[in-house]
C-alpha cells in the first residue's frame, strides 16, 4: 500500500463501514456514507472521493508533524 510505504508508522489506517452501528458516532460526525469514500485526518475530513495521488500526499504532509 502506497500509504505504509511513504509513511510507516506515522500513519495509522482505520476503515470504518458507515453501515455498521458501532460506527454510528464517527458516521454522524464525519458525515460518512455508504458510496462514497471519506478521509479523515487528525479529526478532519480532508477528501471525499478518491483523490489524485499528489493531493492526497499534499494535505496529509500539511497535517502530519515532518519526522
Known amino acids: 500500500m502506497?500509504?505504509?510505504k511513504e509513511y510507516g508508522p506515522r500513519?495509522?489506517?482505520n476503515f470504518y463501514d458507515p453501515?455498521?452501528?458501532?460506527f454510528l458516532?464517527?458516521?454522524?460526525?464525519?458525515r460518512l456514507r455508504g458510496d462514497?469514500?471519506?478521509w479523515v485526518l487528525n479529526g478532519k475530513?480532508?477528501?471525499r472521493g478518491?483523490?489524485?495521488w499528489e493531493n492526497l500526499k499534499d494535505?496529509?504532509?500539511?497535517?502530519?508533524?515532518a519526522s
Do not use: H, Q, S
Open 11 to 13: 500513519l495509522d489506517i
Open 2 to 4: 502506497k500509504l505504509k
Open 25 to 30: 458516532f464517527d458516521t454522524l460526525r464525519y
Open 45 to 47: 475530513v480532508i477528501f
Open 59 to 65: 494535505a496529509i504532509d500539511g497535517v502530519l508533524p
Open 19 to 22: 453501515r455498521c452501528f458501532v
Open 50 to 52: 478518491i483523490p489524485e
Open 36 to 38: 462514497e469514500v471519506t
